[in-house]
């Protein structure tokens, strides 16, 4: 399903992210991204979800490869971003609508989903985020822990085939970190592809198929679970 052969990364001035990294993410399975912050993680999952392009190698999607040229393409664009979902570590960058409603039907909407549809999906996150009672509130008027049920809610709402995570238990309560977890391991079992960065153990050990080991921008060390 992903693709990446030797990509390297570097950002304006010079400083190298990802150096040489190659790997391949078959379609159900499930990949924890781990190791020191600052090794190139975060900078992985947005080349994954084509935020940003490697500075040298390449990276292909189910066999396209993605780079600017592929995204400007509306259509191929749109395909591409409803199939491979991104909840960010900042989730206040993802959260723009006036109410939480809107946030999560507004997707669907761009996928010019029938109104009924649209609502349907709304209803169907909100219950399954626990998040039923924030319904009219404003994304911004809400607590962290709330932000990332809204973000995932947003996320899940397009039904996507891979959901890239970054972090998604961080500043997290104990009670909030269990329904993500749960939540999780619910769409591991419906055979989503999950690619997630991660310090939380638990969170490797209950989810991960695969723990990708970075360091420095390199892949030091991939191990499967048992």
């Given amino acids: 399903m ?6 390297s990364y570097t950002y304006v001035g010079g400083v190298s992210a990802l150096d040489d990294v190659s790997l391949r993410v078959e379609s159900g399975r499930s990949v924890a991204l781990t190791g020191a912050n600052g090794c190139g993680k975060t900078t992985l999952l947005r080349i994954l979800n084509g935020l940003i392009f490697p500075t040298k190698g390449e990276y292909r999607f189910e066999g396209t490869k993605i780079d600017k040229q592929a995204l400007k393409d509306a259509q191929f664009a749109k395909t591409f971003h409803r199939r491979v979902g991104y909840v960010f570590q900042n989730v206040d960058s993802q959260l723009f609508c006036g109410s939480v ?5 507004f997707g669907p909407r761009q996928l010019e989903l029938s109104e009924q549809e649209c609502r349907q999906r709304v209803d169907d996150c909100l219950a399954l985020l626990e998040i039923e009672h924030l319904r009219t509130r404003a994304p911004y008027a809400t607590s962290g822990g709330e932000k990332r049920k809204i973000a995932f809610a947003s996320v899940l709402s397009l039904n996507p085939d891979a959901l890239v995570m970054d972090e998604p238990l961080a500043g997290l309560d104990a009670s909030t970190q269990t329904l993500i977890i749960e939540l999780l391991r619910k769409l ?12 939380n153990e638990e969170l490797v050990q209950t989810i991960a198929d695969t723990r990708v080991r970075l360091d420095f921008g390199k892949v030091v060390d991939v191990s499967q679970s048992t």
Avoid at 2 to 7: A, P, R, S
Avoid at 188 to 199: S, V
């Fill in 2 to 7: 992903f693709e990446l052969t030797n990509i």
């Fill in 101 to 105: 409603e809107d946030e999560i039907a």
């Fill in 188 to 199: 591991r079992e419906a055979k989503k592809t999950l690619i997630f960065a991660t310090h």
